[in-house]
């Protein structure tokens, strides 16, 4: 009885009112079978779970006939799979790791199918489906409404027997039935209820499988593997295998005394971006001329965590201005002399310096005339050169879409199938010269070329397959031509397994940071000093993901925007430093992870000299970053609503949880469990080297400032709570534009303005952070040559147009 009346609070909306067996326990968690058939209202946490068995999540199977809820639901380590949408039993295989001996939790389902059993073919469908799978693949099977007893064949009884079932047999009309079973073997799990009797459910531990286990992908593959998923910032692939992961420092080590070359549009911009925010994460909201577009050419020199040089060559420039259009052999002579002088006119060649052009290309006939000014520019002609090229998408704007933007009148006028024809045409001048260019001889025969399809966007119909069409034209172009150093790249996929990383056809800093996660793979040696690390990817940044696309988190974006007939949220995502952050051990949910506060020896024990509280982190993955970069924490309390991340660093560990909605908690382990025993902390944190912060004059007893002594502008830094010098240590450790911090009791202000000078003080330490090593502040190097600020481009300021595209939102920059 009490249970019915706690279950009346259902209509405050403050429980959930289910049994057992219809509760959904938390990641990390598993249903107790003991409480399955249990009528204990109402369901919790506490009541109907515990902790999954170590290295395991908890497989459930829910299915009801037509009179009990009339549903087919597969859940793993707490989330949906897959819910039927028609009658009959649906099929749900599980896809296995490279091993074969665990499950992929991130990417988990190999292929779904239903089976209406009403028809002849329905059945026969499923008796060869399942007598086709391969012996020892982990099924799982439930009805929704009714398998039908008329039309379901021995044949079908049979292939479900295959795979461990027992009471197919005994399957009547209207009938739960759920099953999780090996083909070739036994059931780990099967229930059958009569019509009217409620939902049958099974549940089964399955092996996980640990994204550290897998070996590493090919460095230097003609095509680099990239399908798969995102999964909690990690890019798990079908293939099986993971890349390292390149943070800034790496990048800079491996990409040293490199000239690194991209062509394309809007996304090969964003992705030319990326890489300068990873290289000069310090000045990843200044907006320079051509960031957003109107440049033909950015020619941007790289040294110390610092852009020392940044030149461009405008849209509008004359003897330029008709690259890939039919009138650019008549002005190519005169383009080319144009940029030979200002590729040349730059800081010398050294093997600390990195450069990085972008040459603006929507059209094949571009490409041939940027190899011809590489090659012919000396300055850097020693310089390894590394090549990406992304041409496609325009052929589509130009032709499909229309857009009266477009510089080629021919694609507009054009049939579809006759621009093929020429894109293909264009297309093999183009890929011909490449294959000369990135030849072993070539001036790019020592990083290699990559070659890729437009990015994925969410067009849908025609648009789509137009899109794709000039695709595929790439794939079977590319599959004889390919090799390990002209590499092709399917964009497209990559940006498929992450969707909601992705506005209006261009991809957040998370999606552009794993592209250059697998391109560096073959564009750095394997000799580099600091090279990609092995570990789990954590994003630190506010503006990482595109889900978090705000105008008001891009203040200096908004301010440039204003000018314009509109703001784009994919320009906002792109303006904000996204620190991607190795990480060697991972997190796990506790207590379930999501509506839980963490705690230490008991509920009660939330002692604060258990954590570093630190305030105003705005996302999950910043709190997770904060801890990554402390070398004792063992987890992470967060709320969101709050701004607020404790990192726990208790020696005892987080040893329990409580119930607290809008918290989450997680133990950061190298365990794959989260059994209490195994909680005992290895005090090992990121492996960052002992020198990156440097004091100034004496350090202690010191406070920072600006351009001088005086200089002490509260918009140079952040001020945050911190408890200790080493916890205001971390928290800029996590900030991509850190330049360092100013301590004392409790007060951490976080710097991200060079400090250029500073005064005495009792009781304060001021000191610098310098990953890229020592005189990598920005007091520490000088500018080859002025940039260019956001005031005196304004008068180059060019209206932008935007295309809404029913089929798929689409902006042209």
């Not at 051509?290 to 849209?315: C, H, M, P």
């Not at 190899?371 to 012919?376: F, M, Q, R, T, Y």
Request: some cysteine.
């Amino acid at each position: 009885m009490g249970g019915l009346h706690a279950c009346l609070t259902l209509l405050l909306g403050l429980v959930e009112c289910l049994p057992c067996r219809l509760y959904s326990c938390p990641s990390g968690l598993a249903l107790r079978s003991d409480v399955l058939n249990s009528n204990q209202l109402p369901a919790s946490s506490k009541a109907c779970c515990e902790e999954a068995k170590a290295g395991t999540v908890d497989l459930v199977v829910r299915s009801a006939g037509y009179r009990d809820g009339n549903e087919a639901v597969f859940l793993l380590d707490g989330q949906e799979l897959y819910s039927a949408t028609s009658r009959g039993l649906t099929v749900l295989v599980l896809r296995r790791d490279s091993t074969g001996r665990a499950i992929e939790t991130g990417d988990a389902v190999e292929v779904t199918k239903s089976f209406d059993t009403s028809t002849e073919s329905g059945d026969r469908e499923l008796s060869q489906f399942l007598g086709e799978l391969p012996e020892k693949s982990i099924v799982a099977m439930a009805v929704k409404d009714s398998l039908s007893s008329v039309a379901f064949s021995d044949a079908a009884k049979a292939a479900m027997r295959s795979c461990g079932g027992t009471l197919v047999d005994k399957i009547g009309f209207r009938a739960a039935y759920a099953l999780i079973g090996i083909k070739g073997g036994s059931a780990l799990g099967e229930e059958l209820l009569a019509s009217g009797n409620g939902h049958a459910v099974v549940h089964a531990p399955v092996t996980a499988a640990q994204f550290e286990d897998r070996p590493l992908c090919p460095s230097v593959s003609p095509a680099p593997p990239v399908a798969g998923k995102l999964v909690e910032g990690n890019l798990v692939l079908r293939e099986g295998c993971r890349y390292e992961l390149w943070e800034g420092t790496a990048v800079a080590s491996g990409l040293a005394g490199a000239w690194v070359v991209i062509t394309g549009a809007s996304n090969g911009l964003l992705m030319f971006n990326t890489l300068l925010m990873m290289l000069a994460p310090r000045e990843g909201e200044e907006i320079k001329t051509g960031r957003y577009g109107g440049a033909y050419v950015i020619d941007a020199f790289l040294e110390g965590g610092k852009i020392i040089q940044y030149n461009t060559v405008s849209t509008a420039q004359a003897d330029c201005k008709h690259v890939g259009t039919p009138d650019q052999a008549a002005s190519e002579a005169a383009c080319l002399a144009h940029l030979a002088s200002f590729l040349t006119d730059v800081p010398s060649q050294s093997k600390n310096r990195i450069r990085v052009t972008f040459f603006q290309g929507f059209f094949w006939p571009g490409v041939p005339l940027l190899a011809d000014a590489v090659e012919a520019e000396t300055t850097w002609g020693t310089a390894e050169v590394a090549l990406v090229v992304q041409i496609s998408a325009w052929y589509t704007i130009c032709n499909y879409i229309k857009y009266d933007g477009c510089t080629r009148q021919d694609l507009i006028d054009d049939s579809e199938a006759v621009v093929i024809d020429r894109f293909n045409s264009e297309m093999g001048v183009a890929l011909s010269r490449l294959e000369k260019f990135c030849a072993a001889d070539g001036r790019a025969g020592k990083r290699g070329c990559i070659v890729g399809t437009k990015s994925w966007s969410a067009a849908q119909g025609q648009l789509a397959e137009t899109f794709n069409q000039f695709d595929d034209e790439i794939t079977k172009s590319m599959e004889p031509k390919k090799t390990s150093l002209l590499r092709y790249l399917d964009f497209f996929t990559l940006g498929e397994g992450m969707p909601d990383q992705t506005i209006m056809g261009h991809g957040s800093q998370i999606l552009h940071s794993w592209a250059w996660q697998i391109m560096l793979a073959g564009f750095c040696p394997a000799s580099a000093s600091d090279g990609g690390r092995l570990g789990h990817a954590v994003f630190s940044g506010d503006l990482c993901s595109a889900r978090r696309s705000n105008l008001e988190e891009c203040p200096n974006y908004k301010q440039f925007c204003s000018g314009f007939s509109s703001c784009n949220l994919w320009m906002c995502m792109n303006n904000l430093p996204c620190k991607l952050v190795p990480s060697q051990k991972q997190f796990h949910a506790a207590g379930g992870g999501i509506d839980r506060a963490c705690r230490g020896s008991d509920i009660h024990d939330n002692s604060e000299s258990n954590y570093d509280a630190h305030v105003n982190v705005a996302t999950l993955e910043n709190c997770k970053a904060i801890c990554v970069y402390t070398p004792t924490c063992v987890g992470i309390e967060f709320n969101e609503a709050q701004s607020r991340c404790e990192v726990w660093r208790s020696t005892g560990g987080i040893q329990t949880t409580i119930e607290a909605s809008g918290f989450s908690c997680f133990r950061y382990t190298t365990a794959t469990t989260t059994q209490l025993e195994e909680l005992i902390p290895v005090p090992v944190g990121y492996s960052t080297p002992v020198d990156v912060f440097s004091p100034l004059s004496e350090g202690e007893g010191t406070v920072c400032r600006g351009a001088h002594a005086n200089d002490n502008w509260s918009g140079h830094y952040k001020v945050y709570y911190s408890n200790s010098l080493s916890a205001c240590e971390s928290r800029c450790q996590a900030e991509p534009a850190c330049t360092g911090i100013e301590y004392s009791t409790g007060r951490c202000e976080i710097w991200t303005r060079s400090i250029d000078a500073s005064r005495s003080l009792k009781g304060y330490t001021c000191r610098r952070y310098e990953p890229f090593g020592r005189g990598s502040s920005f007091a520490a190097v000088q500018a080859h040559r002025p940039l260019e600020s956001l005031e005196s481009q304004r008068p180059q300021r060019r209206r932008r147009r935007s295309l809404n595209i029913k089929s798929g939102l689409l902006t042209v920059a």
